[in-house]
């Protein structure tokens, strides 16, 4: 018997439809969903009218998970991975999971999709054809500090990603490493109908976020000075 084939499948960053038909196709066709959250992906599934087998690859799951996953595709089976939005691995879990199975010899196909990434680098007014994608920074403001500080000089935009409660906390330290005249771009919710993509200075989006504080997805890029 053939090995299976595992396919590491796009979903929409925020609106459900923005995913592909061939995203779709592979998803239905699959004989298991990994996914990062069940009720995320079920949610997502539920959308357009799909049901599967779901079977959990997050920060808590996956090294346990990976080797029946592997087996099932040893044994021929399909498998797409899923994150809760965007690329897989992409700051976010799939990465053991696509070792294993290379190492195991079973093929890897990718289906592209969407990530906040380059869909906040397109509408931040910087130019885009050299930066920097720094992902997400410690959680302990000290280490934190230490981090936006020696990107100071950087010669080209860097991107942050955060936790969502988060965003006032990092916009204070950018603001203490950068100084408040630094030019930011905020990109909340992106292509959500509460979407916010806020341009100006670390000091003005300071004050607004401080003002306008909830909890969101955001993805933060900063131009050195």
Do not use: W
């Amino acid at each position: 018997m053939s090995a299976g084939t595992l396919y590491v499948v796009g979903t929409p960053i925020g609106h459900p439809d923005d995913i592909s038909i061939r995203a779709l196709d592979c998803i239905r066709n699959a004989d298991v969903v990994a996914c990062e959250e069940m009720k995320v992906a079920a949610r997502l599934l539920k959308h357009h009218g799909i049901r599967k087998d779901l079977v959990p690859v997050n920060e808590h799951t996956e090294r346990e998970e990976t080797g029946g996953l592997i087996n099932r595709m040893q044994q021929g089976h399909t498998c797409a991975l899923i994150s809760d939005c965007g690329m897989p691995v992409f700051a976010d879990p799939g990465r053991f999971l696509i070792d294993r199975a290379m190492q195991s010899g079973i093929a890897v196909e990718v289906i592209p999709g969407p990530t906040s990434l380059t869909t906040a680098l397109a509408v931040s007014g910087f130019d885009a054809h050299r930066f920097y994608f720094y992902g997400f920074l410690s959680p302990k403001k000290p280490e934190r500090r230490k981090e936006l500080h020696a990107l100071r000089t950087f010669p080209a935009p860097v991107a942050f990603l955060d936790a969502p409660y988060r965003l006032p906390q990092v916009l204070t330290d950018m603001v203490s490493a950068f100084g408040p005249g630094t030019a930011v771009c905020v990109a909340c919710d992106l292509t959500l109908p509460d979407e916010e993509v806020y341009r100006g200075t670390l000091g003005s989006a300071l004050d607004h976020f401080t003002k306008h504080k909830r909890k969101r997805e955001f993805v933060i890029i900063v131009q050195p000075d």
